[in-house]
């Protein structure tokens, strides 16, 4: 084992591979942005009559050679009898924006404008804006928008327009917009609401969130889930569950009906903070709302059951996932860690090598996955095996396999192999979203555990902080375990009760226990 610390402090490591976070429903993956303003509209055909035909379409254009004109691919498909509908054209849209693959969608719409198969209407003005914003700036957004013709130069295309300002970040052009639309009197969307909101998120900006929310009901926006499922989402990423359910208790009364990511939210930020009882009522809850199969709803269900404890319902849902077509990298992941987190390495271990056959081992994500649940039970000749056969897959490890080893190092009694190898994870760079996700927390709680067990309250208070910087110390358990520190170091602290209160926590039963118990230690 000490051979293979040794191998981790040789080695130089640099990049990290951005993680799966635990908690899925992140709230810049909330709000719908264009693709709400473009909404397909049908042409007479069904849906299940032209999706073969379109989804033919949209493969000839995601299948053209680098470089090559989008005007092949529809002199092919004309070639072949088939007229154009604007269907097809929104269906291969919305796929090409799915795949990230903009200057494809700005050709396709270029080529619909240029060649006019079909009369543009103002979604095809919608989406050309989009995509020439995002390829060539607001600036060449903006000219477009004046050529547009004036009958589509409406309330569609001014809210995608100030879109597009928020996406790049210009908040004043954007605000300059949205009063130039109440001049004109075009309604205002909550997407713009929803996306300025996001954009002040951050604690330094939240102020003005209050501000924005007044100025939706100056506007008369009526309100929407999507909103309040932010706002949600950022008082569950600030570990505040006051402001959580007061949010949620403000949605009922002005009786907007919560949806499954509403209940996912709920869900999840009750089992972060241990409250598995309230935890349950909303797992029920976003089962009897999911609606079809909602790949992100399966995998926040895993997490919640891995939480909870309930391997019958765990094994159900995971199955459910199986019968889906082309089952997701990040699904296998999610499964590896809820098995892992309520004991069953053997299944874990089953679901790895499924993961290893179909998917094969292409990120540090998919390692991490199974090196974690080796590390937090125990099994760290296991887990530095993983790490060995990662790096002869070309995968780099990141300052989360490090923690994990690190944990793992504790598990096994060897603290000074485990501080070493936290020492190498802390010399790699980690974005702060990283340090604030839920399992980046609970492994480092799990180590504030270990070292307070053993008394040694210097290593606990430094990881303690990190804890503080993320909000994380807001739940009770947190600052008890910090207290257990005290208690085995025999160290007395007047100031501690005090700390924890200025801190957001609220002191329980266990908590003025052990400060009892601390107070014997003064002198």
Wanted: charged share 25%.
């Amino acid at each position: 084992m000490q051979a293979v610390v040794a191998h981790f402090c040789r080695r130089r490591v640099s990049g990290v591979i951005r993680r799966t976070l635990g908690v899925s429903w992140p709230a810049d993956q909330i709000h719908s942005g264009f693709s709400t303003f473009c909404t397909l509209t049908p042409d007479n055909s069904s849906e299940e009559e032209r999706g073969e035909e379109r989804m033919s379409l949209c493969r000839r254009i995601e299948g053209l050679p680098k470089g090559e004109a989008v005007g092949t691919a529809f002199q092919s498909w004309m070639g072949d009898g088939f007229p154009i509908h604007r269907g097809d054209i929104f269906h291969t849209i919305n796929r090409l924006r799915k795949l990230q693959f903009n200057k494809r969608a700005l050709q396709v719409m270029e080529w619909v404008i240029r060649e006019r198969p079909y009369r543009p209407k103002e979604l095809d003005y919608s989406y050309l804006l989009e995509f020439t914003t995002k390829l060539h700036g607001v600036s060449q957004g903006e000219k477009l928008f004046s050529r547009v013709p004036t009958e589509f130069q409406n309330e569609l295309l001014y809210n995608n327009l100030i879109i597009a300002c928020l996406d790049k970040g210009m908040i004043r052009l954007s605000l300059a917009y949205m009063k130039k639309m109440r001049e004109l009197g075009y309604p205002i969307s909550h997407l713009i609401f929803n996306r300025l909101i996001i954009l002040h998120s951050s604690p330094s900006r939240r102020k003005s969130i209050t501000r924005f929310r007044r100025q939706m009901r100056a506007d008369k926006v009526d309100p929407h889930v999507s909103t309040y499922n932010i706002l949600m989402k950022i008082e569950a990423n600030d570990h505040n569950i006051e402001g959580l359910v007061r949010v949620f208790g403000e949605m009922k009364q002005v009786e907007v009906e919560p949806n499954e990511i509403s209940f996912c939210i709920l869900a999840t930020a009750h089992a972060v903070a241990r409250l598995y009882s309230i935890c349950e009522v909303y797992v029920e809850a976003v089962e009897k709302s999911a609606t079809g199969n909602n790949w992100s709803t399966f995998d926040v269900l895993l997490i919640l059951y891995g939480y909870l404890g309930k391997l019958k319902e765990l094994e159900r849902t995971w199955c459910t996932l199986q019968e889906l077509p082309n089952v997701k990298s990040k699904s296998f992941i999610v499964a590896i860690e809820a098995f892992g987190r309520i004991g069953r390495l053997s299944r874990a271990e089953q679901i790895w090598a499924e993961m290893k056959s179909k998917k094969g081992l292409k990120s540090t994500d998919q390692f991490n996955s199974m090196i974690s649940v080796y590390c937090k039970l125990g099994f760290i000749t296991k887990a530095t095996k993983l790490y060995k056969e990662m790096e002869q897959n070309g995968c780099k490890p990141n300052a989360i396999t490090y923690r994990h080893l690190g944990l793992g190092c504790m598990k096994a009694g060897l603290m000074k192999e485990a501080l070493r190898t936290l020492e190498l994870g802390n010399g790699l760079s980690t974005s702060a979203r990283i340090r604030r996700s839920t399992p980046w927390l609970e492994t480092t709680l799990s180590m504030v555990e270990i070292f307070a067990e053993k008394g040694d309250l210097e290593n606990a208070e430094k990881l303690f902080e990190e804890l503080k910087k993320a909000n994380y110390s807001r739940y009770t358990f947190v600052y008890n375990i910090l207290f257990k520190a005290y208690v085995k170091a025999k160290i007395y602290d007047p100031n501690l009760l005090k700390r924890m209160i200025l801190g957001g926590s609220r002191p329980d039963s266990e908590t003025y226990g052990l400060l009892k118990l601390i107070e014997q230690f003064q002198t």
